[in-house]
């Protein structure tokens, strides 16, 4: 699964990598967690823009919202068939833009937080995300994401047999396309893949508690730790 990531990335970056006219003033972000918004691209019908989605997605047809926190993520392999799904997966796909993310193994009796991301510090990750537009009877509005998720590769596998799909800057615009409403058009960019320009290390487990959001929280951990 992923369930924490982080984005303390130079928003240039963001603009770059994500071809977008404007990216709104945000502060580095090195905790974020579900339930939280999460910066989202997503294309409308007249450019791509930069929204606040929440992450855990709640369906148009949710008689609850706290259905959220069981959607954070969504399986590759059910994406296009799962009723929680399938809708947003036609519709409404988005690029959610990470530095990195974490994953938890247990070593000597805890569990030890990693970080994977790109070697290059700068490098903006894409995750595959679909979103959702809720609105309550009584009129509440509330856009939501899940992130995708596929077979863990080489790198992430020791860690967890989960990690979430890393969309290649050259499927960015089929990925977002309405157009290609069929999930067929675009299976193979959720395929799992090796990255052999990202790592992995330990980070201390201060990332465990949400309530703790600074840049020391993607240092690695010394080799003596």
């Known amino acids: 699964m992923c369930g924490r990531f982080a984005l303390g990335i130079p928003r240039k970056r963001?603009?770059?990598?994500?071809?977008?006219?404007?990216?709104?003033?945000?502060?580095a972000?090195?905790?974020?967690a579900p339930?939280?918004?999460?910066?989202?691209?997503?294309?409308?019908?007249?450019?791509?823009?930069?929204?606040?989605?929440?992450?855990?997605?709640i369906p148009s047809w949710a008689k609850d919202t706290s259905i959220g926190y069981k959607m954070i993520n969504a399986r590759a392999e059910t994406v296009a068939e799962k009723p929680s799904f399938k809708a947003a997966?036609?519709?409404?796909?988005?690029?959610?833009?990470?530095?990195?993310?974490?994953?938890?193994?247990?070593?000597n009796g805890h569990r030890q937080p990693?970080?994977?991301?790109?070697r290059t510090p700068e490098d903006v990750l894409a995750l595959a995300g679909i979103w959702e537009h809720y609105e309550s009877p009584?009129?509440?509005?509330?856009?939501?994401?899940?992130?995708?998720?596929c077979q863990a590769n080489e790198l992430v596998s020791p860690l967890h047999d989960r990690m979430p799909v890393i969309v290649a800057p050259q499927d960015d615009a089929r990925w977002l396309d309405p157009q290609k409403g069929d999930p067929?058009?675009?299976?193979?960019?959720?395929?799992?893949?090796?990255?052999?320009?990202?790592?992995?290390?330990?980070?201390?487990?201060?990332?465990?508690s949400p309530k703790n959001e600074d840049a020391g929280l993607i240092e690695p951990l010394n080799s003596l730790s």
């Open 14 to 27: 963001l603009l770059e990598r994500f071809e977008l006219a404007e990216v709104p003033q945000a502060p």
């Open 114 to 118: 990693w970080f994977i991301t790109s």
């Open 138 to 149: 009584e009129g509440e509005i509330i856009e939501s994401v899940a992130i995708i998720t």
């Open 35 to 57: 339930g939280q918004l999460v910066e989202s691209v997503v294309q409308t019908p007249e450019r791509r823009e930069m929204r606040l989605l929440k992450w855990g997605l």
């Open 89 to 107: 997966m036609r519709r409404r796909r988005c690029l959610i833009p990470a530095q990195g993310f974490y994953e938890w193994h247990e070593e």
């Open 184 to 208: 067929a058009q675009v299976a193979d960019i959720l395929a799992s893949r090796p990255w052999s320009d990202m790592w992995a290390y330990r980070v201390s487990t201060r990332v465990n």
């Open 29 to 32: 972000r090195y905790n974020i």
